[in-house]
């Protein structure tokens, strides 16, 4: 299994403005997954994150407004640019080990107001 | 493209009923997996299905891959409160890049 750390948990933040969250693993990984999910809903991948590499965006997400760091291979960073109330919901980072097995961290639950 | 289809989407279920959702591909899966969320908490992964036929029992729930490795169900015997929550099945996407498709998920509700 892996263990993650994740955070912040929550934050209500002004629209126009920008929030990191971070996530540390606490074993080495290749792919860390970043994901949103709307309460209620399931999840929609936004990007796969490489270490060394940039990260790979998923249909309907850019690199403008998730930038998204891997310094290395225990963590990684999403970044959830100029913010509108259309970006609130709850953002997952993941990742994959032991023959695909997801584990997450924690979740930051993100108001914009 | 790949889809993970699940029903229901909702389940309200007296305490001690059965419960039951179904999850299908539109490909071969190499393996299936199931996750189960609480309210307000992040998917868990349960169990992860990998041989055609293959059933595997957790306590009250069992899991089932079908033969054609395309659909799978979950089974929760007596339900208990603290079965509530989502259960998602998720399967590999194309490639070698270990993303998971996952289904829209089934929100369980129990009557005490």
Known sequence: S?????????????????????CQVDSQVTMMFWYRQQPGQSLTLIATANQGSE??????????????????????TLTVSNMSPEDSSIYLCSVSIDRGRAFFGQGTRLTVV | GQQVMQIPQYQHVQEGEDFTTYCNSSTTLSNIQWYKQRPGGHPVFLIQLVKSGEVKK???????????????????TATQTTDVGTYFCAGPGAGNNRKLIWGLGTSLAVNP
């Open chain 1, 55 to 76: 990260a790979t965006y998923e249909s309907g997400f850019v690199i403008d407004k998730f930038p998204i760091s891997r310094p290395n291979l225990t963590f990684s």
């Open chain 1, 2 to 22: 892996a263990v993650i750390s994740q955070k912040p948990s929550r934050d209500i933040c002004q629209r126009g403005t920008s929030l990191t969250i971070q």
């Open chain 2, 58 to 76: 957790q306590k009250r729930l069992t899991f089932q891959f079908g033969e054609a490795k395309k659909n799978s169900s979950l089974h929760i």
